[in-house]
């Protein structure tokens, strides 16, 4: 059974087309700049690539290039459309409207669309393409939608609303929605599979660290508190978003720059977090090297990141009163070992020990890092966001 799993953003199209048969995946690839000019780059399994320039107005002529790519260019791995058996969408924004992922309707997408006044870049976009994948994709082919939102869904009302006025949470929907949330899900899985026990029967704190970067509280399988918030740009200090700041500090920073709402919002999303501060860029590999260069800016946001990660695992132990395990995973997560040593250095009052040499060594597999007297496991677990929508829409079509 093959799936095609779609992550659909303003001006690109990533999919990815998966065999479920052994969860392999047998092309990827990208179509973007749509709305601007256009271009696809494409790879089969076996290394066959295209990679053309093309004229992309709308998401449905990126659609039907993708089409083209999978069944008749010459890196295609399929004859036709007809041998897929469902799409999965990945979008940003459910709110409170979806807590799990769902068979796509016309009314779906309508609800989709309607939310896009709380995530302004990604729903209306994510609706664009559904329309334009509806009317690209046989008719008889499922699609489903998988929320970055709905895992945090399980979040009481105590984690999840702000010290506003009760009408602005009621008229506005202003609340902590929380993001990543297919990661987590995922990862947390796949921590407890690792682990030999049940997810049910243990407290994580999953760290997923990338240029977007949220940590999660997941007890007994559920997110009870994240740090993303109403938008993705709350939390710890990200590439180019700044994190958690005093709301106070946002609003005399606009009030001295002159900046409208939208233009603090630009400031604080695109160039903030490891940009701003470090002034060196908003890669961490970037900010790293500079940093072991002696750049003094570099150093400290690369600090700043690792305690507030620390501030998160303690404040969540004590949310959920008691921690298993702390997992690492995103592109730093898994692959920045000055992070992860970071965060486990000075953390004796929970027990928390590490295989320095050991965390030095590995880079995105599935490992365990703690030490067998660590009070609290300590482990990577690659993400794979793509398959886990995969699985979601496997199982949403087979009922
Ligand atoms: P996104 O949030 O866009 O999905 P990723 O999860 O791909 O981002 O993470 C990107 C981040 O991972 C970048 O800051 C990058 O520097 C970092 N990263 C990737 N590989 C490494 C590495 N080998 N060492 C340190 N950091 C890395």
């Known amino acids: 059974m093959i799936i095609l799993v779609v992550n659909a953003g303003s001006s690109s199209l990533k999919y990815q087309l ?41 998401h449905t ?13 010459s890196a295609k791995v399929i004859d036709s459309m007809d041998e897929i058996s469902a799409v999965g969408h990945r979008i940003v924004q459910g709110a409170d409207v979806f807590d799990k992922s769902v068979l ?34 046989p008719a008889n082919v499922p699609q489903v939608v998988v929320f970055d939102t709905a895992f945090h869904q399980t979040m009481p009302p105590k984690a999840f609303m702000f010290g506003l006025p009760y009408e602005d949470y009621e008229t506005y929907h202003v609340r902590k929605y929380g993001f990543h949330g297919t990661s987590h899900r995922f990862v947390s899985k796949a921590l407890a599979k690792a682990m030999g026990k049940n997810v049910e029967d243990l407290k994580i704190v999953s760290c997923h660290l990338g240029n977007g970067s949220s940590i999660t509280a997941v007890d007994g399988g559920k997110s009870v508190d994240t740090s993303m918030g109403f938008t993705p740009l709350d939390g710890v200090v990200m590439g180019t978003r700044t994190g958690a700041v005093d709301p106070s500090a946002v609003t005399f920073v ?7 709402p939208s233009q603090m919002s630009e400031y604080m999303n695109k160039k903030s977090g490891f940009l701003g501060v470090s002034g060196v860029g908003s890669d961490n ?25 620390k501030k998160y695992i303690g404040s969540y132990a ?46 995105g597999k599935l490992t365990k890092l703690s030490t067998p007297d660590s009070k609290i496991e300590v482990w990577i677990v690659p993400t794979n966001e793509e398959l886990l929508i995969a699985r979601d829409t496997l199982e949403l079509i087979s009922k």
């Open 18 to 58: 998966i065999n479920m048969d052994d969860e392999s995946v047998l092309a990827k690839g990208n179509c973007d700049r749509i709305g601007i000019d256009g271009h696809i780059a494409h790879k089969a399994a076996d290394g066959r690539t295209l990679d053309e320039d093309c004229s992309f107005p709308t």
């Open 61 to 73: 002529e990126a659609f039907m290039k993708l089409v083209e790519a999978l069944t008749k260019s």
């Open 104 to 137: 796509v309707t016309d009314e779906v997408i309508e609800k989709i669309d309607e939310l896009r006044e709380l995530a302004p870049v990604h729903n209306h976009a994510h609706a664009l393409a559904l329309r334009a994948c509806k009317s690209v994709i």
């Open 254 to 260: 606009a009030d001295k720059h002159g900046f409208t």
């Open 285 to 309: 590999r970037d900010v790293q090297s500079a940093a072991n260069e002696g750049n003094k800016r570099a150093q400290l946001v690369s600090d700043m990141l690792v305690y507030e990660i």
């Open 318 to 363: 004590a949310a959920m009163n008691g921690l298993d395990a702390i997992l690492f995973t995103g592109g730093i997560g898994e692959n920045s070992w000055e992070v992860r040593e970071g965060v486990c250095t000075d953390m004796d009052y929970f027990g928390i020990k590490i295989d320095k040499e050991l965390n030095r060594s590995v880079r």
